[in-house]
């Protein structure tokens, strides 16, 4: 049975584990108590948030309104010869499913592993890593719409994805709480090593002929030895995008800084390293007050304990700033800010 719960702390329900509170907070655990949410009136009468893991929030101050947790659950595939439609409930933690369709070898996920938050958000934020974006495993969603109390469902086309954004960030954001997504993947791997350290660590492990589960685990090493454990200090993971610059741009970097790391992308502009440039600039590993970045990986900002949410924006102020005046290149956060 939905019930509603008032002034809730949130900090167990962000991974930065900022310790604000919401007037109102409800949790959602089937399509049923979205229908009772939307009988209440809140959906009507309060601002809105909407959470999974709360992975991808820095809350600045307490929130006036309503947060709902979504924690929808399950997990079904049909198989059709090679292709692979799996389902998946938008509260099923994102990592979960992944380790689901690899045990399956369901392949197309796999360079996804370890990317923290739930299955309902990876749309919204159109998830990314090691080369692949959720995009290109994406076969559809189903939402609610927030104002009328009906399921919608979305296709590929419908949803707009663009580096880190969907219609979800856009012209609908505020607007449908997804309730579940389905992936086209694969039975018949597509190995994808080419990108970061995956190479690197596959033959470190003398594998050869990889699988979907050695990928899946070389990508789990890298990012654990690179990223902090939410568990035991507070994070967003990576909480700048990676800036992606015109060609002409590129030049003068690089001109300047002949080892930027960089990467082409397919529409003829260039993607630079946020880390490797927030690096150079000598943020690694920096600490101010409760805040900074983390040691092994400065695109990552943390909570040494007791940080606010303004203590850490503040701090992403400033190597904005820097990483502006030492490259001419402004860095974009990857976080949303409440």
Known sequence: MLQILENISLKPYNSFAIDVNAHYFAEIKTADDLNDLFQTGL?????????????????????????????????????????????????????????????????????LSLIPGTVGASPVQNIGAY?????????????????????????????????????FKGDFKGKYIITEVTFRLSS?????????????ELRQRGIENPNIADVSAAVSHIRVSKLPDPSTIGNAGSFFKNPVIEKYEFADVVAKFPDVVHYPTPDGKIKLAAGWLIEQCGWKGRKVGETGTWKNQALVLVNHG????????????????????TFGVTLDREVNIL
């Open 306 to 325: 007791n940080a606010t949410g303004t203590e850490v924006f503040q701090f992403s102020e400033q190597i904005i700033d820097s990483v502006k005046s």
């Open 188 to 200: 018949q791997p597509k190995i994808n090593t080419s990108y970061g350290a995956i190479e690197a």
């Open 131 to 167: 080369g692949v974006e959720l995009k290109d495993v994406f076969e559809s969603c189903t939402a609610f719409e927030i104002k009328t109390g009906q399921i919608e469902t979305f296709t590929f086309e419908d949803c707009h994805f663009g580096y880190r954004e969907s219609i």
């Open 43 to 111: 959906l009507k009468t309060q601002k809105l948030l909407i959470v999974g893991g709360g992975s991808n929030i820095l809350f600045t101050q307490d929130f006036a309104g309503l947060v709902i947790k979504v924690s929808i659950k399950g997990l079904n595939a049909a198989i059709n010869g090679d292709n692979v439609l799996v389902t998946s409930g938008a509260g099923e933690v994102w990592n979960d499913f992944v380790n689901y369709c690899v045990a399956n070898n369901f392949a197309g996920v796999e360079n």
